[in-house]
């Protein structure tokens, strides 16, 4: 089994630069393709920023310029690197992780979500 634990998130001041992290923790996988998402009050969940396992990104567009996603595979993280925030940026974020493991007889691809973490951006 696989979890994740999220960190990073609190209270930001507009223009504030936090990084979210993600944690993988288990035994004999690899991590694919990654994503943050995040999720406003009275709102659906977004896609912010996803990393697929070959190095391509796609951000959402009002993040454009100042979110960054990245990985560090030696330690099952990804992350979340955010600057210039904004009011509207306020939301839980989730990290999501498609995780590839062996099964035998194959690998098996498996998505996880992390637990959310809130990050409030006011004065």
């Known amino acids: 089994q696989v979890q994740l634990v999220e960190s990073g998130g609190g209270l930001v001041q507009p223009g504030g630069s936090p990084r979210l992290s993600c944690v993988a923790s288990g035994r004999g996988f690899s991590i694919e393709d990654m994503g943050w998402y995040r999720q406003a009050p009275g709102k659906q969940r977004e896609l912010v920023a996803y990393m697929i396992s070959g190095g391509s990104t796609r951000y959402e567009e009002s993040v454009k310029g100042r979110f960054t996603i990245s990985r560090d595979n030696a330690k099952n993280s990804v992350y979340l690197q955010m600057s210039s925030l904004k009011p509207e940026d306020t939301a839980v974020y989730y990290c999501?992780?498609?995780?590839?493991?062996?099964?035998?007889?194959?690998?098996?691809?498996?998505?996880?979500w992390g637990q959310g973490t809130q990050v409030t951006v006011s004065s």
């Open positions: 999501n992780v498609v995780i590839s493991r062996f099964e035998f007889p194959r690998f098996v691809k498996n998505t996880y």
